[in-house]
C-alpha cells in the first residue's frame, strides 16, 4: 500500500544535537480545510429562525476570516550540516512538497507545478 500526502514546508531551524553537533530540522505540515461554520436553529424558535441569516451575513462581512485550513505536522526531517550544505537547491519554507510512503521506504520530493501527486490515501 502507497500512501501520498501533500505537504508544505513549515519551519527550518537550526539545533544542536546531545554531541553538540548543528543539526537543520525542517518541518512539513498538511494544510487541512475546515468546515465551513453551521448554523443550528430549532424550528419551534421563531427568534432564531429571525435571527440567523442575520448572523450569516455578518460573519460574511467581517474583516477577519476564520481561518478556512489548518496546518496539521506530518513530518520532521533532521539533516546533519554536510547534508544540509550538499543539498541543492534547499527547501524554502512556504515550499510545497509531496511525501510518499511504500512499503520500507519513505520520499520526499518537491511539488512540480502542474503534476498531480494524488491525495492521501
Do not use: C, H
Not at 15 to 30: A, D, S, T
Not at 45 to 74: H, T
Amino acid at each position: 500500500m502507497e500512501i501520498r500526502f501533500k505537504a508544505i514546508v513549515s519551519s527550518k531551524s537550526i539545533v544542536r544535537n546531545p554531541q553538540g553537533e548543528k543539526m537543520i530540522k525542517i518541518e512539513l505540515v498538511e494544510e487541512r480545510e475546515l468546515p465551513p461554520p453551521v448554523f443550528y436553529s430549532s424550528k419551534d424558535s421563531e427568534l432564531a429562525r429571525e435571527v440567523l441569516p442575520i448572523v450569516q451575513q455578518v460573519m460574511r462581512v467581517l474583516p477577519v476570516q476564520p481561518p478556512s485550513s489548518i496546518p496539521i505536522p506530518r513530518l520532521t526531517l533532521w539533516l546533519t550540516e554536510d547534508e544540509w550544505e550538499a543539498l541543492n537547491p534547499k527547501p524554502e519554507v512556504g515550499e510545497k512538497i509531496v511525501v510518499i510512503v511504500s512499503g520500507s521506504t519513505i520520499k520526499v520530493a518537491r511539488k512540480v507545478e502542474g503534476e498531480d501527486f494524488g491525495e492521501q490515501q
